[in-house]
């Protein structure tokens, strides 16, 4: 297993006539010790990684290096799929990720008219949506300004990453909060959470983990930590002790404390913050959900924070989705091999294009993607159904 995800960490290289060279490398290594192998039933697998490696020479002889360089990452991913199945066939599996019995793509599409000030960062805040999705979808320009009365359209599926009976999922690439009340979805509200690490800058990770909810304050007054107040002091800008209710409050009018040390779900009087990586770990909610929320929520609910930019999910109809997003706080160090580790401990390699694949990966476009391979290229040797995991 390391020897395979070694190899799946080395193809991830610029596209460039080097890179491509070192792709080659890599896939024919990749590529000669499947060789040595009798695959039998796994045969068509094997010839596909074959047809793969050769359409990367011929892209690399025609001087195509960035085509070349893609298709010889995929010729090792796919050898990489083929050597696991082949250990799984000689013993049993010792890293495996364990799937969720989620198979809930959630959320609508739906137009939105816009209201007086609103801005796209504003609207892609209330409804937990990515400016770059809104603008794509509406056909904006760079810089529009939206106008009162317009329509928008917009698109708010995603992927649930755990199912619980009762209570709270926070997952922290998603930026969303999941509220389940008796096995089922109640609601999912868009928030922000605590800053990545950049370049020498401090990040302020909100943690993972199991928490409850031991208060619940309205209109709280803000004991601005130490912490704070240096970094804030640090850029010229002096804050008091505390910061009463009202306005300036950036806790807004309602809060949660939560059992994990200095972590609130608070509202906040910056709305426009909401569905990004802004807080100083806190998790700030929508002013107008949090109220929502305030009133939903009881003491003693249970919660768990949980980090899995990669979500994968069937369809009522069988088709599999995969929701990427970007790793802001490094801790997957490489998508492609998240991916991989989801979709194969669900056995579920041959039912996906993973051509498709790297391409959801590429884009960690945050929005379920279609990754399914069609019924006329599905390979006979395919087991199993995909439910749904997080990676």
Known sequence: MGRVLATLALVLVA?????ADLGNSEALETLGRLR????????????????TYARAKAAAARKEFPEAERLFRLATLKGAILERKGLEEEQAV???????????????????????????RLVAAKFGVSQRNIIRLNRLKKGEHLQAGQR????????????????????????TMYLFRDGKLASMYPV?????????????????????????????????????????????????????PGVGNPLGKYAL??????????????????????????????????????????????????????KVAQSEDGRVFMEVHPDVYDRVKNL??????????????????????????DS??????????????????SKGLLKVAGG
């Not at 004991?223 to 010229?236: D, F």
């Not at 492609?336 to 993973?354: F, P």
């Not at 960690?364 to 993607?369: A, T």
């Open 15 to 19: 596209g460039t006539g080097i890179a």
């Open 36 to 51: 040595s192998r009798d695959w039998e039933e796994l045969s068509p697998e094997f010839r596909s990684v074959e047809d």
């Open 94 to 120: 010792a890293e495996a990720v364990e799937p969720d019995d989620s198979s809930r793509l959630v959320g609508d599409e739906f137009y939105y008219r816009v209201r007086k000030r609103d801005t796209v």
């Open 152 to 175: 928008l359209k917009i698109v708010t599926r995603r992927i649930v990453p755990k199912e619980i009976e009762q209570g709270i999922v926070i997952n922290i690439p998603d930026r």
């Open 192 to 244: 922000a959470v605590g800053k990545p690490s950049f370049k020498e800058k401090r990040g302020w990770h909100t943690p993972t983990g199991n928490f409850t909810i031991v208060g619940k304050i309205r209109d709280p007054v803000w004991k601005v930590p130490l912490s704070i107040k240096n970094e804030m002091k640090s850029q010229g800008k002096d804050l008091p002790e505390e910061v009463p």
């Open 257 to 310: 404390r939560t059992s994990i040390p200095g972590i609130l779900i608070h509202g906040t009087n910056a709305p426009a913050s909401i569905y990004g990586f802004s807080s100083h770990g806190c998790i700030r909610v929508y002013p107008d959900h949090m109220e929502q929320l305030f009133r939903d929520v009881r003491l003693k609910t249970l919660g768990e924070i949980v980090y899995r930019p990669v």
């Open 336 to 361: 492609e091999i998240e991916a991989w580790k989801i979709i194969t401990n669900n056995n579920v390699n041959a039912r996906v294009d993973w051509e498709k694949v790297m391409r959801a990966v």
């Open 364 to 381: 960690r476009s945050g929005v379920p993607e279609d990754i399914t391979l069609e019924p006329s290229r599905v390979h006979s040797g």
